[in-house]
C-alpha cells in the first residue's frame, strides 16, 4: 500500500516535460511494432490471388492439373510440341484425334452420366449463321471489339479446335455445347456414350463436342460463353436461353441443374434475375423454382416426389410410356382433356420457329424435332382419357 501511495505522489509531482517522457516510453513499442509491419510489407509484395496455385487447389481440386493437360493436349492437337501457346497455328487443319490411351485424364472415370434417347440432333444445316456485325457484339467491357481473334488465350483444346472451323459454323459448334452441357448435367446420355467416345479415334464435330461436355471440360465451358458474349448479338443471346429451355425443361419438373444453369446464362447473357424468371413463368405457366440448394437436408425435405423421380431420366425411361407421356408434358395422374390441351400450347408455343429467327436451321430444326415429341404426347394423352 505504501509503494502504491509513493507512487501516486511521484506522478502528481511530475511537470509537462515528464508526462512527455512517461508518454513516449510508452507509446515507442507500438511505433516499433508499426514500423517492423510497414517494412515488411515493402519487402514481401502480396501475391495476386488469381495466381496462387495454392489457393486454387484447395478451392478445386486439379484444376492446375487439368488445365495444363488441356493446354498439352491442344499443343499436341495443332502441332506445338516444342512450345505451349495460346496461339493457333495458321494454316493448319487438323481435327482432334483424342486418345484416352496416351493422356492419362484422371477426371474420366468420376463421369458416369447417360445420353437423351431418340432425340438425335439433325444434321448440319446447309444454311449456316451469318456471323453478327461488330457494331453489335455484346461484351461484358461494353465496347465492340472482338477479343475472341487468333490471338486469343484460349483456355481449352475445344477454343483452339473452334479457331480451326469455318466462321459461319462457330455460332452453331457453341451453341450445340452449351445444349449437351445443359442436358449432361442432367445424365441424359446412355451410358456406353462415354466408352465410345473416349476410345474413338476419328470423330465427327458433333461427338467431339459430346467428348469435351463428358469430360466435364470447365475451360471449354468458360471458352463457349465467352466466345458467345463477344460475337453473338443480344437477340441471339436470348433465343440461345430460349432453346435450352424449349429442348430439355420439362414443365412442372426443372431440375436443379437446369434451374442453376439458367440462372447463370441469364447472368452471363445479360438478362437478369427477374427478366429470366418473367420469361419462365410466360413458357412454362408456373414460376422458376427458387434457387436450388441441393447440398441442404432443409431443401430436399421441401421438395415433391414426384418432379424428384421425373429427374432421373434414365428411371423415367424404363417407366410405363403413359407416365412418360405425362412428364414430357408435366402432367400428374388424374389430368383431364383441358390440361392436356393447355400444357401442350404452351410446349408448342415454347417450340415455335418464330422464337429462333436468328439462329441457325439446325437449331430450329431441333425445336421442330421436340414439338413432334409433344405432339405425340397429347395424342397418347388425348386418347387414355377418353
Not at 424468371?277 to 427458387?290: K, N, V, W
Request: include cysteine.
Amino acid at each position: 500500500m505504501a509503494l502504491w501511495q509513493k507512487f501516486l505522489n511521484a506522478l502528481a509531482s511530475l511537470d509537462g516535460i515528464g508526462w512527455l517522457v512517461i508518454a513516449g516510453v510508452l507509446a515507442l513499442p507500438a511505433l516499433l511494432l508499426g514500423l517492423f509491419s510497414l517494412i515488411r510489407r515493402v519487402k514481401q509484395p502480396v501475391e495476386s490471388p488469381v495466381n496462387n496455385a495454392s489457393l486454387t487447389e484447395r478451392i478445386e481440386p486439379g484444376m492446375q492439373t487439368r488445365q495444363l493437360r488441356h493446354e498439352r493436349e491442344a499443343a499436341e492437337l495443332f502441332g506445338e510440341h516444342d512450345e505451349l501457346t495460346s496461339e493457333p497455328i495458321a494454316g493448319t487443319n487438323h481435327q482432334p484425334h483424342y486418345n484416352p490411351a496416351t493422356h492419362g485424364d484422371a477426371d474420366h472415370d468420376a463421369v458416369t452420366r447417360i445420353a437423351t434417347k431418340n432425340e438425335q440432333p439433325a444434321a448440319h444445316p446447309q444454311h449456316p449463321i451469318e456471323p453478327a456485325p461488330d457494331t453489335q457484339r455484346d461484351t461484358l467491357s461494353g465496347n465492340t471489339s472482338n477479343p475472341f481473334t487468333s490471338n486469343y488465350a484460349w483456355q481449352s483444346a475445344f477454343g483452339h479446335w473452334l479457331t480451326k472451323q469455318p466462321e459461319p459454323d462457330k455460332m452453331e459448334l457453341c451453341i450445340e455445347f452449351l445444349i449437351y452441357w445443359v442436358a449432361y448435367g442432367d445424365e441424359r446420355y446412355e451410358p456406353e456414350l462415354k466408352k465410345r467416345l473416349f476410345t474413338a479415334t476419328d470423330l465427327s464435330e458433333h461427338d467431339q463436342i459430346k467428348r469435351w461436355v463428358l469430360k466435364q471440360d470447365v475451360f471449354a465451358f468458360s471458352d463457349v460463353i465467352g466466345w458467345l458474349r463477344s460475337n453473338a448479338t443480344q437477340i441471339q443471346l436470348e433465343q440461345c436461353i430460349t432453346l435450352v429451355m424449349a429442348l430439355l425443361v420439362t414443365e412442372n419438373s426443372v431440375t436443379p441443374v437446369q434451374n442453376t444453369l439458367l440462372r447463370f446464362l441469364s447472368d452471363a447473357f445479360n438478362i437478369g434475375k427477374d427478366e429470366m424468371e418473367l420469361r419462365f413463368e410466360q413458357a412454362f405457366g408456373h414460376p422458376l423454382p427458387d434457387m436450388p440448394r441441393p447440398d441442404k437436408i432443409a431443401w430436399w425435405a421441401k421438395q415433391q416426389p414426384e418432379p424428384v423421380q421425373r429427374w432421373n431420366s434414365r428411371a423415367l425411361a424404363l417407366r410405363p410410356e403413359l407416365d412418360q407421356m405425362m412428364a414430357r408434358l408435366g402432367l400428374s395422374e388424374g389430368f383431364n382433356d383441358t390440361q392436356v390441351t393447355d400444357a401442350f400450347r404452351r410446349a408448342a408455343r415454347r417450340c415455335h420457329p418464330d422464337r429462333f429467327t436468328e439462329l441457325g436451321a439446325r437449331e430450329r430444326a431441333l425445336a421442330e424435332q421436340r414439338f413432334i415429341k409433344f405432339e405425340e404426347a397429347r395424342d397418347k394423352l388425348l386418347g387414355v382419357s377418353v
